[in-house]
C-alpha cells in the first residue's frame, strides 16, 4: 500500500513499466499524435496515475494537505473513469498494475489484487451478493482475460492465467491455466498435467 511519497514513486515506477512512450519527450508527442484509437493509451495511464494518487491520499492520514488533494485526485479519479469505464477502488491492486485497453472494468472494494496483475476490458470482480459482501484475493503476476468474471471469496494463486469469458467461482492453485472451450472451463495446474474441467465453474 502507499503511505507516503517513496510508496508512491515505487508503485508508479513499477506501473509505468508497459507505458513507457507516455512518460515524456518526442516518442509520447509521437505517440499522441499518431496512435489509433486501439493503441491509445493515454487516459489509461492517467487514471492509473489518478489511482495512485488516491491511495496515498487515503492512506496518509493525519495531514490537511493530504485530505485536499484527496479531494482532487477523486474528482480527477472520477473524471477518467467516465472515459475509460474503470471502476477500480483504492487500495485493491498491487503495483505493477496493466491495462491494454479502455473498457469496463469492475472490481468490489474487497478484492485483494497483487502484483504485476494484468486486466483486459469486461473484467468483473464481485461479491456473490451484498449480504455476502466477501471478494476475491488474487496473487501476484496474474493475467485476467477479457471478459472474465470472478465471483465470490475465492482465492487465486500466483502466476496464473485465466483465458478470456471465464467465469470463476472456486479457488485456483498457483501456476494454473483456466480456458473456456465449448461452453467448458477447462482447468491445467502448473506443469505438463492433464487439462480438467472439474477445477472452476
Known amino acids: 500500500m502507499i503511505y507516503n511519497k517513496h510508496d508512491l514513486r515505487e508503485?508508479?515506477?513499477a506501473d509505468s513499466k508497459n507505458y513507457q512512450t507516455l512518460l515524456g519527450g518526442w516518442q509520447t508527442l509521437k505517440t499522441i499524435l499518431l496512435s489509433d484509437t486501439i493503441s491509445d493509451q493515454r487516459y489509461i495511464w492517467k487514471y492509473i496515475v489518478a489511482l495512485r494518487h488516491v491511495e496515498w491520499c487515503v492512506n496518509a492520514k493525519g495531514l490537511w494537505r493530504h485530505?485536499?488533494?484527496?479531494?482532487?485526485?477523486l474528482y480527477r479519479l472520477r473524471k477518467?473513469?467516465?472515459k475509460t469505464g474503470f471502476q477500480i477502488p483504492p487500495n485493491t491492486c498491487g503495483k505493477g498494475l496493466t491495462i491494454w485497453h479502455w473498457g469496463p472494468i469492475?472490481?468490489?472494494?474487497?478484492?485483494?489484487i497483487g502484483e504485476?496483475?494484468?486486466?483486459?476490458?469486461g473484467v468483473l470482480i464481485g461479491h456473490k451478493s451484498a449480504k455476502e459482501g466477501k471478494a476475491a484475493t488474487i496473487g501476484n503476476n496474474v493475467f485476467i482475460g477479457a471478459g472474465t468474471k470472478i465471483i465470490g471469496d475465492v482465492?487465486?494463486?500466483?502466476?496464473?492465467?485465466?483465458?478470456?469469458n471465464c467465469v470463476i467461482t472456486k479457488d485456483i492453485p498457483s501456476g494454473s491455466v483456466i480456458v473456456q472451450d465449448n461452453r467448458h472451463l477447462r482447468f491445467r495446474p502448473k506443469g505438463d498435467c492433464p487439462w480438467r474441467t472439474d477445477a472452476a465453474a
Open 155 to 164: 482465492h487465486i494463486g500466483d502466476n496464473v492465467t485465466i483465458g478470456q
Open 80 to 82: 477518467l473513469g467516465y
Open 67 to 73: 485530505q485536499v488533494m484527496r479531494i482532487y485526485w
Open 11 to 13: 508503485y508508479l515506477s
Open 106 to 112: 469492475i472490481i468490489n472494494p474487497a478484492t485483494r
Open 116 to 121: 504485476n496483475c494484468t486486466l483486459y476490458p
